[in-house]
């Protein structure tokens, strides 16, 4: 008997409960692995494919996406879609969907986490345990930062910048956000207050990103704007690393122009600056935004609603502009 099924392309392989739905619903060109392709064998497994579901990790230019005439939809295991050729999928007529909502609170959860570890210096207190240099409580002892009561700076107040700005309430923090346009005071909780770039880096104790990486925002933070932090503050970033220009970064860190940072993402990804590592006021943390079994599970479900909705005729429910 004929498999009629669509032929859909996975460029990495999903977590089990994704899979099980995918083998069942559709053919694969092949059996994903866990790791990132080769931009020839992502380009030949487009090319073969009715749909596809391709990561962040996965540049999808131009050549590539009117080389895949087969292609009717490319699903973005991702919330961010800076990864494709968007005008060029437009051109072609391609449809490109992403997957937001879902990742919403792992990632504002994870900012928390980044954020308490960075001022708290969990980590360095992580590895004095581990290596069997403690000696016992001592007064002086890797001091902290507070952060009850503090003033937290959002850059970015979408889904996931609101939610980091909900559960700023559990620790009294003020919260001053800034964003392409000021959200209605009518609609916001009193504590939250609209500032420029400027102000609100001057203003806050921390500082967390969470825009997309755009034209506009590649380096939206480079030496003259982590000039105008406090000596202070923490800068975190859950977002793209581009957004910050990673080596005026290292030197703000290293001259004390700001007191610390969290990082989840990075300029080169996976490569960082060879100085990041060897700074004790960094937390670096392996690109675990949305790295839940629920988020990423939900994350591959809303990809393939999206490719059957399209396959069958339909808007697919998440389609980007």
Known sequence: MTDRRPTLYLS????????????????????????????????????????AIVTLGDCIDAETIHAATRLKILANYAVGYNNIDLASARQRGLIVTNTPDVLTDATADLTWALLLATARRVVEGDSLVRSGRWTGWSPTQLLGAEVSG????????????????QRAVGFRMPVRYHSRQP??????PCEWEYRSLQELLSEADIVTIHVPLTPATHHLIGTRELAWMRPTAFLINTARGPIIDEGALVDALKTGVIAGAGLDV?????????????LKQTVLLPHLGSATLHARTQMGL????NIQAVLGGRPAPNKIP
Do not use: N, W
């Open 266 to 278: 990075y300029e080169q990804e996976p490569a960082i600056h060879s100085a990041l590592a060897q």
């Open 12 to 51: 990495r392989l999903l977590p089990e409960p994704v899979m099980v739905i995918v083998r069942e619903r559709f053919r694969l060109v092949q059996e994903p692995l866990d790791i990132l392709p080769a931009p020839s064998a992502l380009r030949e497994g487009l090319c073969q494919a009715d749909a």
């Open 302 to 305: 809303v990809c393939v609603d």
């Open 150 to 165: 503090k003033t937290l700076g959002i850059i970015g107040m979408g889904r996931i910048g609101q939610a980091v700005a």
């Open 183 to 188: 959200i209605a005071p009518s609609s916001l």
